[in-house]
């Protein structure tokens, strides 16, 4: 069974970093894609960032480039996501999502849980 | 990077077929053929639905189809069964190399 466990989230003071960390089981971590993406508390899904296999790829939302850095070890099958400069609107559960090949174009099938991040003083 | 175009709310009385719009640009929607949908009940995981515009993950309901035309994908579900009362979300890749969402259908089962 698939399984994507996030962490890594937390209260946290705006301008501070975070890391937020997914570990992965029950599939070949380093054939698959990885995103992240966001909801902010009542709000829609929000694509944040993806990495391919090889790490060659990285692709970020407008809004983050800049702020957020996706990471992979495939040794370790964790997928990261290092969040700086935090803002309140970052406040959100932040899911960890497969892709279904090694590409960032091709869909994200299975979700973990989520782990939330609130930014405030 | 705008979100994709859904309305608000859409609803249906049971046994009858709905449809949710979707509509994006020549340079997600329309450019490509990765489309997917998603369910997603309050306080749970969203599930995959539809993926490539009109295939189904195994395990998905057949009620469950989609479909593109232009810029604008659509989801179809018929039968509609009190349990498809939720939320719905759209999603394509993009010219970007990025992708994006759709804001969200609250689907109402009269």
């Known amino acids: 069974e698939v399984q994507l466990v996030e962490s890594g989230g937390g209260l946290v003071q705006p301008g501070r970093p975070l890391r937020l960390s997914c570990a992965a089981s029950?599939?070949?971590?380093?054939?698959?894609?990885m995103h992240w993406v966001r909801q902010a508390p009542g709000k829609g899904l929000e694509w944040v960032s993806a990495i391919n296999w090889n790490s060659r790829d990285k692709a970020y939302v407008d809004s983050v480039r800049g702020r957020f850095t996706i990471s992979r070890d495939n040794a370790r099958k964790s997928l990261y996501l290092q969040v700086s400069s935090l803002r309140p609107e970052d406040t959100a559960l932040y899911y960890c999502v497969k892709g279904s090949s090694g590409y960032n174009h091709d869909v994200m099938d299975v979700w973990g849980q989520g782990t939330t991040v609130t930014v405030s003083s | 990077q705008s979100a994709l175009t859904q309305p608000a709310s859409v609803s249906g009385s049971p046994g009858q077929s709905i449809t949710i719009s979707c509509t994006g640009t020549?340079?997600?929607?329309?450019?490509?053929?990765?489309v997917s949908w998603y369910q997603q009940h309050p306080g749970k995981v969203p599930k995959l639905l539809i993926y490539?515009?009109?295939n189904r993950p195994s395990g998905v309901s057949n009620r469950f189809s989609g479909s593109k035309s232009g810029n604008t994908a659509s989801l179809t579900i018929s039968g509609l069964q009190a349990e498809d009362e939720t939320d719905y979300y759209c999603s394509s890749y993009t010219s970007s190399g990025t992708w994006v969402f759709g804001g969200g259908t609250k689907l109402t089962v009269l």
């Open positions: 490539d515009v009109n």
């Open positions: 020549s340079s997600d929607i329309s450019g490509y053929n990765y």
């Open positions: 029950g599939f070949t971590f380093d054939d698959h894609a």
